[in-house]
């Protein structure tokens, strides 16, 4: 089965700028992730659909970071405008469902902010 | 507040060798725990995924154990190989809660 696609994979931009990721979870997956990791740090969710729903968006910085998920299937995430301290490598999960249901990752997308 | 800790932070062995890593968490109330690896530029990949009512699981030669009570973990590799060199992350999640991360431990396998 095909995994979780991610693109791009590198980004390089300057501060101010805005930016897109995008994410194409596995096939049927209702449940899907979008983290932050920090070099040396652990992943830190920033939002959780089901389907095309938000369920957590707490940790999301709302006014400058934005995402959707259109059909319930891939899904955008958009940072506008960025700051230096947005570098990091954006990871995208999906799973079939949420509580005990196994989250497969992406490769993720590493921004450089500069 | 819902925290996990790892240790240590870093290690380095060789070829061969067994080695364990550690996690404490302070998640409340406790749902599960899941040990993840992750090589450098990948996302991470599931180990292990335990409950409350496990004590101990395997995947290979990756062994987690749990005590909730003490509300610690470890995982243990046995017989090393360079490919287990890697960022293993220790996760755990409360009932109605998302994932609390670890900030991972970095181990080295040498030949």
């Known amino acids: 089965e095909a995994g979780v696609a991610q693109s791009p994979r590198y980004k390089i931009i300057e501060k101010r700028q805005s930016v897109a990721f995008w994410c194409n979870p596995i096939?049927?997956?209702?449940?899907l992730y979008w983290y932050q990791q920090i070099l040396g740090q652990g992943p830190k969710l920033l939002i959780q659909?089901?389907?095309?729903?938000?369920?957590?968006d707490s940790q999301l910085p709302k006014d400058r970071f934005s995402a959707e998920r259109l059909k319930g299937v891939d899904s955008t995430l958009k940072i506008q405008p960025a700051k230096l301290e947005d570098s990091a490598v954006y990871l995208c999960?999906?799973?079939?469902?949420?509580?005990?249901?196994?989250?497969?990752f992406g490769p993720g997308t590493r921004l450089t902010v500069t | 507040k819902n925290q996990v800790e790892q240790s240590p932070q870093s290690l380095i062995i060789l070829e061969g060798k067994n080695c364990t890593l550690q996690?404490?968490?302070?998640?409340?109330?406790?749902?599960?725990l899941r040990w993840y690896k992750q090589d450098t530029g990948r996302g991470p990949v599931s180990l292990t995924i335990m409950t409350f009512s496990e004590n101990t699981k395997s995947n290979g030669r990756y062994t987690a154990t749990l005590d909730a009570d003490t509300k610690q973990s470890s995982l243990h590799i046995t017989a090393s190989q360079l490919s287990d060199s890697a960022s293993y992350i220790c996760v755990v999640s409360a009932y109605g809660q998302n994932f609390v991360f670890g900030p991972g431990t970095r181990l080295s396998v040498l030949p």
């Open positions: 999960a999906s799973s079939l469902g949420r509580g005990l249901y196994e989250q497969y």
């Open positions: 659909f089901q389907n095309n729903g938000v369920v957590d």
């Open positions: 996690c404490n968490y302070t998640v409340s109330p406790f749902s599960n």
């Open positions: 096939s049927g997956h209702a449940t």
